[in-house]
């Protein structure tokens, strides 16, 4: 019987785990991919990247694309609603940053992002999301495309079916099911027994990876066992948890979950820090954080009453104090 944690085979392309880290607007940003890939992370997407926006040359969204120092190996996710735009994008994406991945955004519920024929819009039109992933495909040329794709519209058009197959003949290397429709947004519960159909639809001819409800080792044990996906993908699960891929990794293997000792979540946190830093500059690397480090604060005693010094934290020094006092009172 093959062990649940193992490597993975995309195209070309061989990963050596198969935890990943799920591409998540306004978080997985370079600073936080390469966090979680020193915590244990297999493979790492970035963010959402517009099509139309790398076309037209905005400075802002290729920033998007740039590697971590230590990401050997990653993806890139784009969205667009026209076949050429898309293709163009491949190619810039290409050419800019080398991606070994190219990942087809065919899940976000999100209004604006569906207007432009974006996201869960491709998901309800299987045949638009194949003229989509095929333009990607030839553009891209060696680079494998994968998809990412919801289970429907709403309740009553269930089409992960559909657009898995479309996406499939188009030439995608993977597809990675997030459980939930459009409709549901990201409430509700994810379900898993389709994502156990649409493994056994594949049938191996391209791997399948799981999404959606995703927060503990136990769930990606559980996912894993229930579904048969090749791999689990961690979305908020990771949110100041990127150490939730070391427990995990622990867990598959050996049926042990690691205690994380609050000073290395702390370590961590402002390592995190110092990278957005680099990238954003002080005063918006500090107010990005806020929200992350009352998540990587979670659990430690004595964090509820020091929260408002993170939420008005705006230097590196704020946070350094912040720690500072945390870590005084687990003594």
Not at 60 to 77: C, M, P, W
Not at 116 to 132: N, W, Y
Not at 234 to 244: E, I, K, L, S, W
Request: glycine share 8%; proline share 5%; aromatic share 8%.
């Amino acid at each position: 019987m093959k062990p649940l944690y193992h490597p993975v085979t995309i195209g070309n392309l061989n990963i050596p785990g198969n935890l990943f880290l799920a591409p998540v607007a306004g978080y997985s940003d370079r600073a936080f991919r390469g966090i979680c890939r020193n915590c244990g992370a297999d493979f790492t997407y970035t963010e959402m990247v517009s099509a139309e926006a790398l076309v037209r040359g905005s400075d802002k969204t290729e920033g998007l694309l740039k590697r971590a120092d230590n990401e050997k190996i990653y993806a890139v996710q784009i969205f667009g609603g026209n076949p050429e735009t898309i293709a163009g994008a491949v190619e810039i994406v290409k050419k800019n940053v080398f991606p070994e991945i190219i990942d087809i955004n065919a899940g976000c519920p999100v209004p604006k992002i569906i207007k432009s024929g974006a996201g869960s819009a491709l998901t309800k039109e299987p045949e638009k999301l194949f003229q989509i992933v095929k333009s990607a495909v030839a553009a891209a040329g060696e680079t494998p495309v994968t998809v990412k794709i919801r289970s429907g519209w709403d309740a009553s058009h269930l089409t992960w079916k559909e657009a898995a197959l479309a996406a499939k003949e188009a030439g995608a290397s993977a597809v990675t099911l997030h459980a939930r429709t459009k409709a549901q947004g990201y409430e509700g519960k994810a379900d898993w027994s389709l994502l156990k159909q649409l493994v056994e639809v594949m049938n191996g001819a391209i791997p399948v990876f799981g999404s959606g409800d995703v927060f503990s080792p136990q769930d990606a044990k559980r996912m894993l066992d229930e579904t048969g996906c090749q791999a689990v993908m961690f979305a908020r699960g990771a949110m100041g948890n990127p150490f939730v891929f070391t427990a995990t990794k622990a867990f598959l293997q050996n049926g042990e979950i690691p205690v994380i000792p609050a000073s290395y979540r702390m370590e961590t946190a402002l390592n995190e820090l110092r990278s957005l830093i680099e990238d954003r500059g002080e005063v918006a690397a500090c107010s990005e954080m806020r929200k992350r480090f009352c998540c990587y604060s979670k659990g430690i005693p004595g964090a509820a009453a020091i929260r408002k010094n993170i939420v008005t934290a705006q230097t590196e020094n704020d946070y350094l104090l912040v720690v500072e006092q945390l870590l005084s009172q687990e003594k």
